[in-house]
């Protein structure tokens, strides 16, 4: 195959530089609690492949799949310490997700919110975007580092913060829906949405605040299957998957 014939059949990216929202439940795989270093190897060779072709990538890891601020302040826990606990449950996955993309030949730094200097970096946005420029993935964790602000604000102040062309946010479903798509085999699935009717129709899909700081500073959101194999390679080279959530009108 020549040069040219091989440039052609490679996806090029859209855009320069992605923040890919993970939540923790994406790290369970088969499993019902921890993380699957196998499901952790699918995504980090995902995400290999859309860093080969020069996009910066930052990641943005959840931490339900071990521990839940929200579900424990329902119970009886003060809910501040309930989310500092989901906070670093975040750190975990961030560490196992770094292994996972090492293995797979892709420079990494963990960056945390919350200062730990013996297993991360603490988050300054100039050293984070400093780290893209040379070529390295990095994973942000620990939310925010504050109390009541989801792992899904976090991923769209971050956005914001390093300059990030799109959130992409992994799900267990291809796109938004109407209605929960497991309960209703009715529910009708969009291929886009504004900001404005993801927050009047409260899809669940991010948080009212995420959505709106997107809104604010006109940072799209794709939501899509990370089950289903290269799709976050085909997101980032601009292929209609899943459902866009932008400022423009819906489609």
Known sequence: MSEATAASTTKRPRYRRILLKLSGEALLGTRQYGVDPNFCAFIAAQ???????????????GGGNIFRGLAAAAKGMDRATGDYIGMLATVMNALALQDALEKAGVQTRVMSAIGMNE?????????????????????????????????????????VEIGA???????????????????????KRYDRLTYSQVLAQRLRVLDATAVSLCMENDTPIIVFDLNEPENITRVAAGEPVGTLITGGSPA
């Open 165 to 187: 062309e799109v959130i992409l946010k992994a799900t267990k479903v291809d796109g938004v829906y109407d209605s929960d798509p497991v309960g209703n085999p009715n529910a």
């Open 47 to 61: 995400v290999a492949e859309v860093h080969k072709t020069g996009v910066q990538i930052g990641i943005v890891v």
């Open 119 to 159: 297993v991360a970096e603490p988050y300054i946005r100039r050293r984070a975007v400093r780290h893209l420029e040379k070529g390295r993935v990095i994973i942000l964790a620990a939310g925010t580092g504050n109390p009541y602000f989801t792992t899904d604000t976090a991923a769209a102040l971050r956005a």
